[in-house]
């Protein structure tokens, strides 16, 4: 990929280009990504309102961009500075939300953890804002408290059979059964990551939850094309935490992706 300089948030932005694509977010003086972002409009458009809103006095709203306020929590925290550098590419939107999938899977490989800010991963002494609409806004936890939500890195997963395999990725996958069996009555109420493939083998779909039985049934109400939908999970009893759990439905996603060059069939909404 062709990406541009890491351009200072403090300066102009004219080389970013007006184009759709990846973007990624530096600490200053720091080997250490902060954020990996995709933006189907333009990349100068996406990484100027990110840096408004990140240097803002108060810590801004989850909306219109969710790291904004979890780069700004490192910013007040650390006194953080960041610089920015972005790579056009001409996607649909699946394979350009996949694409950033594999991006952050490649950096957990490289470094052995997350950036700082995706996964909604925040200061561990802050708490995140919510939507504008709410008019509730974070900030820093009383001294000697921190937030619960926010955990260490899993380690990333490794590429490693097919989909199809009950080592696929390198965990330890159930037995494939219909969705619309009785076998979804006896998946557990426990945290985990799922697969649903249709007949033929074809991946569709990876999640994870903190309920899977739950998750599950809702995708039993699902409307799949009239395809046979199976499915296959995998409980993570210890990931309490989503961010966790996060990491490693995108390493999944990203798996596939360096595979065939695609996303799950309906992982973002488009067949």
């Given amino acids: 990929m062709t990406w541009t300089d890491f351009v200072p948030f403090a300066d102009s932005l004219r080389l970013i280009p007006s184009l759709p694509g990846v973007y990624r977010v530096r600490v200053n003086g720091q080997e250490r990504l902060a954020y990996i972002g995709q933006t ?8 100027l309102g990110l840096r408004l809103h990140t240097l803002a006095e ?9 790291a904004a306020c979890r780069l700004w929590s490192y910013r007040n925290a650390e006194k953080y500075e960041y610089e920015c550098s972005a790579a056009p590419v001409d996607l649909s939107k699946p394979e350009r939300m996949a694409l950033e999938c594999f991006l952050i899977w490649r950096y957990r490989l490289e470094v052995g953890q997350s950036t700082l800010c995706n996964f909604g991963r925040l ?14 806004r974070g900030g820093r936890l009383p001294d000697g408290q921190q937030n619960e939500q926010v955990a260490m890195s899993m380690p990333p997963l490794k590429l490693q059979g097919d989909p199809t395999t009950q080592e696929w990725m390198g965990l330890a996958w159930g037995p494939i059964e219909a969705l619309r069996s ?5 998946v557990p109420t426990t945290s985990g990551v799922y697969k649903l493939l249709d007949d033929a ?5 990876v999640g994870e939850s903190s309920n899977l039985n739950n998750r599950l049934f809702s995708h039993r109400q699902r409307s799949w094309g ?11 009893p210890e990931l309490r935490i989503a961010c966790q759990r996060l990491e490693i439905e995108n390493d999944l996603i990203a798996g596939y992706y360096a595979a065939t060059k695609q996303a799950p069939a309906f992982q973002f909404g488009v067949d």
Wanted: glycine letters at 6%; proline letters at 8%.
């Fill in 201 to 205: 083998g074809r991946l569709l779909y």
């Fill in 58 to 66: 108060e810590m801004p709203f989850n909306d219109p961009h969710t």
């Fill in 182 to 186: 009785n076998a979804v009555v006896a």
């Fill in 226 to 236: 009239n395809r046979e939908v199976v499915f296959s999970i995998c409980t993570l």
């Fill in 123 to 136: 200061h561990p002494q802050y708490l995140p804002s919510r939507n504008r609409s709410t008019g509730k």
């Fill in 40 to 47: 189907g409009r333009t990349l100068r458009e996406r990484l």
